[in-house]
């Protein structure tokens, strides 16, 4: 999928893996507050929006929280473009959310032109090809069958099964002796097929930037977990500028306070 930014974007934030929750009151708030605030044109929103999706009719749980969290972004999208990736934990996500959040929804990956630039945007998993385990588990679920059998079940037993599964990965985390990263040379890979020279992702929780060529990098996005010591939270920010006749951008790494206004940043020019 190739999207070509509007002239009139200026300026957009990337943000991902907030696994938002209701039992974590925290990170709501600060991400509600962050959209209300940013000065951003458009917010791209790189996958695992939510703990965990089992289809749009979570949209109708008597406890309204997704309800709330979809209304936060139908208010944000009445502002600025709003656009959903998802993650591996709410690759659920519908034509039916989208609608109530007023956001688009991104292939994975999907190739962003801004500012004379060409960004491959994708939450991440699909790159971590040495957690052999997940790569089957991720081919099963991503299939049109195995979606529509769990689909077909009430949802009282999808979030059964949901939880079941995010036990046993927690648990299979537990022995593994280090946390499996995004695979360099599928990211590489993955570049130079799409003709980009920046990837930005997440899923992995290790902001960061790589170099992968003398060409290319890619951008790790943060997790959000304002319950955490000491709290994690970061928005990425490009922005676009035009000096004596030739573009150039600016990178920037925010907390949701900064991102929103209310405070000052020096951003990191790479051009």
């Not at 008597?62 to 998802?86: H, K, N, T, W």
């Not at 500028?241 to 000052?264: D, I, K, Y």
Request: charged share 20%; with cysteine; net charge negative.
């Amino acid at each position: 999928m190739d999207l070509n930014a509007p002239s009139r974007w200026n300026c957009i934030d990337f943000i991902s893996d907030l696994h938002l929750q209701a039992s974590d009151p925290l990170t709501f708030q600060a991400w509600k507050r962050y959209l209300q605030g940013t000065v951003a044109d458009a917010v791209f929103i790189l996958g695992d929006l939510f703990e965990v999706w089992v289809g749009d009719d979570m949209l109708t749980l008597e406890s309204g929280f997704e309800r709330q969290c979809a209304d936060v972004l139908y208010a944000a999208s009445q502002r600025m473009d709003l656009y959903i990736l998802c993650g591996n934990r709410d690759f659920l996500m519908g034509p039916q959310l989208m609608a109530a959040c007023g956001s688009s929804a991104l292939d994975d990956p999907t190739v962003l032109s801004f500012a004379n630039q060409r960004w491959l945007l994708t939450h991440g998993d699909a790159w971590c090809l040495d957690d052999t385990a997940y790569v089957q588990f991720r081919a099963q679920v991503r299939g049109h069958e195995w979606q529509r059998t769990f689909l077909s079940q009430p949802l009282a037993e999808r979030i059964e099964i949901a939880r079941s599964i995010r036990a046993h990965s927690e648990a299979r985390k537990q022995t593994q002796a280090t946390h499996v990263d995004v695979n360099s040379a599928a990211a590489t890979a993955h570049l130079e097929s799409a003709r980009a020279s920046h990837a930005i992702h997440g899923h992995t929780h290790r902001p960061a930037r790589h170099a992968l060529t003398n060409r290319s990098e890619r951008l790790v996005l943060s997790d959000w977990d304002m319950s955490a010591k000491p709290p994690r939270a970061e928005v990425l920010r490009l922005r676009s500028a035009t000096t004596r006749n030739a573009h150039s951008f600016t990178v920037e790494r925010l907390p949701p306070t900064m991102a929103s206004g209310s405070g000052q940043a020096t951003p990191s020019p790479w051009d």
